[in-house]
T-cell receptor, first 116, second 113 residues
Framework: SQQGEEDPQALSIQEGENATMNCSYKTSINNLQWYRQNSGRGLVHLIL?????REKHSGRLRVTLDTSKKSSSLLITASRAADTASYFC????????????????FGKGITLSVRP | DTGVSQNPRHKITKRGQNVTFRCDPI?????LYWYRQTLGQGPEFLTY????????KSRLLSDRFSAERPKGSFSTLEIQRTEQGDSAMYLCASSLAGYWELFFGSGTQLSVL
């Protein structure tokens, strides 16, 4: 079963606009990660936020985490055509004290299209 | 090579045949994972290794599936008596124990006719 559910399923924006994607999950987590996947390729790690963090930035990416609502959002600012891809949130419920990352659970993904 | 390598990239087989995929992780990574992804879905966990030990297997991994990592380096995933429902992208990922980020290969696309 899939832990994370992204919203919306598809998003189409103009280059230069901001893109906001949301993820909800069901159980307590150690951390939440966002990955990007270009068509027919593997996934690329974008950013990780730990369960005790509320906001994190990396370049044009901003991720927030609300553990009380079991939700996260990913904001991509000043989008580019090259940002066109599928975006997945993934949660880790492994044994934190072992640093385990045994089984990331992914959502179904959001398809982002950035029009030039 | 600085990335995770998977071979072959594409595999077309007939129902009932056996197939084997190979994954070469990033050399210093001691953890290796197999995921399966179908169209329009996120990756689903199949199994993972720490060094040569297979530590967890998903219930998705039926008896027809077997994975090995004999020397704690590369891994193979074998599917016996393939079925059309096995058609999917099989993704391999690696990481260092204690680090959360997974590094994925480009996957092997399996089509069972």
């Amino acid at each position: 079963s899939q832990q994370g559910e992204e919203d919306p399923q598809a998003l189409s924006i103009q280059e230069g606009e901001n893109a906001t994607m949301n993820c909800s999950y069901k159980t307590s987590i150690n951390n939440l990660q966002w990955y990007r996947q270009n068509s027919g390729r593997g996934l690329v790690h974008l950013i990780l936020i730990r369960s005790n963090e509320r906001e994190k930035h990396s370049g044009r990416l901003r991720v927030t985490l609300d553990t009380s609502k079991k939700s996260s959002s990913l904001l991509i600012t000043a989008s580019r055509a090259a940002d066109t891809a599928s975006y997945f949130c993934a949660t880790d419920v492994g044994l934190y004290y072992t640093g385990a990352n045994s089984k990331l659970t992914f959502g179904k993904g959001i398809t982002l299209s950035v029009r030039p | 090579d600085t990335g995770v390598s998977q071979n072959p990239r594409h595999k077309i087989t007939k129902r009932g045949q056996n197939v084997t995929f190979r994954c070469d992780p990033i050399s210093e990574h001691n953890r290796l994972y197999w995921y399966r992804q179908t169209l329009g879905q996120g990756p689903e966990f199949l199994t993972y290794f720490q060094n040569e030990a297979q530590l967890e297997k998903s219930r998705l991994l039926s008896d027809r599936f077997s994975a090995e990592r004999p020397k704690g380096s590369f891994s193979t995933l074998e599917i016996q008596r393939t079925e059309q429902g096995d058609s999917a992208m099989y993704l391999c990922a690696s990481s260092l124990a204690g680090y959360w980020e997974l590094f994925f290969g480009s996957g092997t696309q399996l089509s069972v006719l």
